[in-house]
């Protein structure tokens, strides 16, 4: 939204940092988030000493995940927003609406194929990551494993026939969600825009 | 309800959009905001929505003081150049949208929808989606939503500019008889002197931020304050340092002292009125608007010499180009 909608100065830096997840490796991502949220890192200190464990846990796993996608939401949900503009907002203001109300039943209705779109690819960009989450998520098996982490396991491990099957199960889900993805485009389609 | 705008000035950067303007508009009149683009006109509007903060000045709607309010509470409808138009929803529940946020009762919506719908003659697409309108039936929905709250005034920014110019004519004389009917207190914003001059009782004209002159159409037209709202509101053409109206150039063949030798470049043929481009003596060139009858009469032809005389004329100091008192 604020990408959008507003000038303001280091707006082309924000641009090109929020692309920055395309340009460099998922494993460099990670190691930056243990920099940061690590026993030793600027803020892992600070939160652990509140009994909050980013690294080697579910939260740094997210945040991970978030990271790495966040450009394939904006990007989607960007142009959508700037083709929408601001005069339905401004209309709805006007007939009385909060800016909250407004946001809601006018705006984001207007953007939802776009979001959705956003969230598909990330869905389908999360199943596959593997790079940022290998390193901070320290990779305790049943606990802090993803499926592709649980696949590399079980291949370094020879045990292929496991390997095979958690890829198996990967590649369906996968499949699942390009499926669910194409079907938005149909439905953009249907409304005449 | 009357609006009044007090020594209002917003920047964009550099740029002036409105520099120390203050405009009164009676309640109850049909208003014109009519000038060039960049002129400040449409920032003028959406300062008195709300839409636009001012950087200096204040705005009063029906005799409250209105700067700080957000649009929300300024009690104003407000239609769009492009519609607006809420695309996820039915052109009931766009024009609902306004008497849902007020939590007003479901009989009471369903019973003034119908009314509005009527009003701008669109009942029985009460159920279709603004995709399946025409421009022109999408900007009258626009109307009836903006109208549904029983708005104190009515600003309308550019509301005919996006249709094809049939479609247009057709509204402009709608919207006269809709303001007739409804009464409520009507600003909008124009760049076509003709439409400003069709619709509106008072015609506000803008230039580079600032008000050039308020009057009635009739008014601005023979009476311009200054040279740039007689070259906006009408066709000018100049006589040395004077203003004529090409139809107060007088044509004849023969001279008779006060008439100045001209020739006759090109004659265009428009219907019922001729126009001549004239070159007088020193090089400079005039034009003259003529009835098809005088025309014929005068057999005019292009590379003839006439003799002109204006009829009527103005003439404005160079300084004229500031701002008049409003």
């Known amino acids: 939204m604020v990408l959008v909608r507003h000038r303001f ?38 939160l652990a000493e509140r009994g909050i ?3 080697f846990s579910l939260p740094g796993m997210v945040l991970a ?6 450009p394939y939401v904006v990007r989607e949900v960007a142009p959508v927003l700037r083709e929408v503009g601001t005069e339905q907002e401004e209309a709805a203001w006007t007939l009385g609406a909060s800016p909250l109300r407004a946001f809601l039943q006018v705006t984001l209705p207007a953007i939802r194929w776009g979001v959705a779109y956003g969230v598909v690819l990330t869905t389908a960009r999360a199943l596959g990551e593997f790079g940022a989450v290998t390193i901070v998520s320290g990779r305790l098996a049943g606990q802090t494993e993803t499926l592709t982490l649980y696949v590399e396991d079980r291949f370094e491990a020879f045990d292929l026939t496991g390997a095979y099957a958690a890829s198996l199960t990967l590649a369906v889900l996968a499949l699942l969600v390009l499926l669910a993805m194409t079907r938005l485009p149909s439905h953009r389609r249907k409304e005449g825009r | 309800m009357s609006i009044l705008v007090r020594d209002a000035t917003r920047r964009f950067g550099d740029f002036t959009a409105l520099d120390d303007v203050s405009v009164e508009v009676p309640s109850g009149s049909l208003t014109a905001l009519l ?24 705005v009063e709607i029906d005799g409250r003081d209105a700067t700080g309010l957000p649009p929300q509470r300024r009690g104003v409808g407000f239609v769009f150049q492009h519609y607006a138009a809420f695309k996820h929803m039915t052109v009931r529940e766009n024009v609902a949208f306004g008497l849902k946020v007020a939590r ?17 003659q669109l009942p029985g697409l009460a159920d279709r989606y603004p995709a399946q309108l025409s421009g022109g039936q999408r900007q009258r929905m626009a109307l009836a939503r903006s109208l549904a709250v029983q708005p104190s005034v009515l600003l309308l920014d550019e509301p005919f500019g996006a249709l094809d110019a049939r479609v247009r004519q057709e509204l402009r004389a709608w919207l006269r008889r809709l303001h007739d009917e409804v009464h409520v207190t009507t600003v909008f914003v124009t760049h076509d002197q003709e439409e400003a001059m069709e619709v509106a009782d008072r015609i506000v004209v803008m230039n580079a931020g600032r008000i050039e002159q308020v009057g009635g159409p009739r008014d601005l037209y023979e009476h311009p304050a200054n040279a740039f709202v007689m070259g906006f509101v009408g066709p000018v053409t100049r006589l040395g340092e004077l203003f004529v109206r090409p139809h107060d150039l007088q044509v004849r063949r023969q001279p008779n002292g006060t008439t100045a030798e001209a020739m006759v470049e090109r004659l265009v043929h428009l219907g019922f009125e001729v126009r001549a481009d004239l070159v ?8 003259a608007q003529l009835s098809r009858e005088d025309a014929e009469e005068l057999e005019l032809a292009s590379g003839q010499i006439v003799f002109v005389r204006p009829s009527r004329t103005r003439q404005f100091a160079e300084a004229a180009a500031g701002p008049p008192g409003v």
Not at chain 1, 14 to 38: H, K, N, Q, R
Not at chain 2, 280 to 287: E, H, I, S, V
């Open chain 1, 9 to 46: 100065r280091g707006r082309r830096l924000l641009d090109a940092v929020i692309d920055l997840p395309f340009a460099i490796s998922p494993v460099v991502i990670g190691l930056a988030l243990v920099l940061v949220y690590g026993q030793a890192g600027w803020l892992g200190g600070w």
């Open chain 1, 53 to 55: 464990q980013v690294i």
């Open chain 1, 65 to 70: 995940t978030v990271f790495v996608s966040l």
């Open chain 2, 35 to 58: 000038g060039p683009s960049g002129s400040g006109k449409s920032t003028l509007l959406r300062v008195v929505a709300g839409l636009e903060r001012l950087d200096a000045g204040a």
């Open chain 2, 104 to 120: 007003r009762p479901r009989a009471e919506i369903r019973a003034r929808v119908e009314e509005l719908l009527e009003l701008v």
């Open chain 2, 280 to 287: 007088l003596g020193d090089g400079q060139r005039l034009q």
